[in-house]
T-cell receptor
């Protein structure tokens, strides 16, 4: 597609439910990132995928969070047993390069999925 | 590790007046630095990037930034603000190889 596509754009769920957020990166981009943007917390790195390499999960806040990337393209971020503090905008980004910010490493962001946990 | 500090959480200017959004970086080596903009309910968009080729970097929408090593600064400027510039602006640096670290953001208001 023309840009990074995320769905759903808005999700309201009840505490304790599981949610799945989807990211469709720009075609041909090998790197894919998930960030979380919370009010008062800024942007927080969650996880990074590069090609077929093992993902960098160092930013995931707890074991309730997981992500996968199928076929090197679409990614799904899953949050199990959601808590109110999980409420945030979840942003996905993709890039061509291996080095974030390096040659070809410009990140292209989707418009985000706004999650509200009641 | 490299990090960035945005000195102002909010900046308000009048339309047609200059814009200055301040960012300081900390690094022991010549960094890569970026400015991203986020309009309300939109994703982040790259405004400009510094990768040591030139200290004055021109970006989209008339924005530019100057890398000043002596001041460890990478301030974002625009000569004349437009109403459409109202947004949140993030100064960004790479963190290791795999991710970007975002500053806390500066919300720019443009008054008519």
């Amino acid at each position: 597609g023309a840009g990074v596509s995320q769905s759903p754009s808005n999700k309201v769920t009840e505490k304790g439910k599981d949610v799945e957020l989807r990211c469709d990166p720009i075609s041909g981009h090998t790197a894919l990132y998930w960030y979380r943007q919370s009010l008062g917390q800024g942007l927080e790195f969650l996880i990074y995928f590069q090609g077929n390499s093992a993902p960098d999960k160092s930013g995931l806040p707890s074991d309730r969070f997981s992500a996968e990337r199928t076929g090197g393209s679409v990614s799904t971020l899953t949050i199990q047993r959601t808590q109110q503090e999980d409420s945030a905008v979840y942003l996905c980004a993709s890039s061509l390069g291996r080095l974030a910010g390096g040659p070809g490493g410009e990140l292209f962001f989707g418009e985000g999925s706004r999650l509200t946990v009641l | 590790a490299q990090s960035v500090t945005q000195l102002d959480s909010h900046v308000s200017v009048s339309e047609g007046t200059p814009v200055l959004l301040r960012c300081n970086y900390s690094s022991s080596y010549s960094p890569s630095l970026f400015w991203y903009v986020q309009h309300p309910n939109k994703g982040l968009q790259l405004l400009l990037k510094y990768t040591s080729a030139a200290t004055l970097v021109k970006g989209i929408n008339g924005f530019e930034a100057e890398f000043k090593k002596s001041e460890t600064s990478f301030h974002l400027t625009k000569p004349s603000a437009h109403m459409s510039d109202a947004a949140e602006y993030f100064c960004v640096s790479p963190t290791g190889r795999r991710a970007l670290t975002f500053g806390s953001g500066t919300r720019l208001q443009v008054q008519p």
